[in-house]
């Protein structure tokens, strides 16, 4: 089975920083996506950005941007010029291509310092 | 279009009772997925219906079963209810058919069994 981990329950950055959030992920399937989510303090989930594992191209949207290493089963999420709204719960996700079955790591909850 | 609505949003039980939950995916996806939400531990998958039918399943005790009909609203149901089903219970509806698509979710319906 998928397993998805991120070993950084807990997070901080200060105002306008950048910070990377870690995700390392294990399968045998060559075929499949990952993704982040986040999700604000009581309010529902939201997705932040995709990558689908046949792009060699790391996936950018605005200030958030995704490292992706193939070879290591790495998939770290960097947020940049850090603003007080980014405060949530980040979880990794992976999705087989295979089964359409998603997998979700224990998520890292992210405070922006003003 | 409106988003993935669930109710009841709060809900108390005691141990022993049963629960329904309720589940309105985006208007057009087919596909319906339930997850368990605590704290330490994530987001735990409990199933996926597509097209009426149970795609998907993840490791939780009988007590927890759902059902997706024909308008592909869902619902799941715990019986027997146990302090540790204290949970968010989160829905996530999808299009179904592409593995790229993501999962949109609701805000949650939050258990607390006393």
């Known amino acids: 089975a998928q397993t998805v981990t991120q070993s950084q329950p807990e997070m901080s950055v200060q105002e306008a920083e950048t910070v990377t959030l870690s995700c390392t992920y294990d399968?045998?399937?060559?075929?499949?996506?990952l993704f982040w989510y986040k999700q604000p303090p009581s309010r529902q989930m939201i997705l932040v950005i995709r990558?689908?594992?046949?792009?060699?191209q790391n996936a950018t949207e605005n200030r958030f941007s995704v490292n992706f290493q193939k070879a290591a089963k790495s998939f770290s999420l960097k947020i940049s010029d850090s603003q007080l709204g980014d405060a949530a719960m980040y979880f990794c996700?992976?999705?087989?291509?295979?089964?359409?079955?998603?997998?979700f790591g224990t998520g890292t909850s992210l405070t922006v310092i003003p | 279009k409106a988003g993935v609505t669930q109710t009841p949003r709060y809900l108390i039980k005691t141990r022993g009772q049963q629960v329904t939950l309720s589940c309105s995916p985006i208007?057009?996806?087919?596909?319906v997925s339930w997850y368990q939400q605590t704290p330490g531990q994530g987001l735990q998958f409990l199933f996926e219906y597509f097209s009426e039918t149970q795609r998907n399943k993840g490791n939780f005790p009988g007590r927890f079963s759902g059902r997706q009909f024909s308008n592909s609203r869902s619902e799941m149901n715990v019986s027997t209810l146990e302090l540790g089903d204290s949970a968010l219970y989160l829905c996530a509806s999808s299009i179904g058919n592409r593995a790229t698509g993501e999962l949109f979710f609701g805000e949650g319906s939050r258990l607390t069994v006393l």
């Open positions: 996700a992976y999705r087989s291509a295979r089964s359409n079955q998603f997998y």
């Open positions: 208007s057009g996806h087919r596909s």
């Open positions: 399968t045998s399937e060559s075929d499949y996506y």
């Open positions: 990558q689908e594992a046949y792009k060699q």
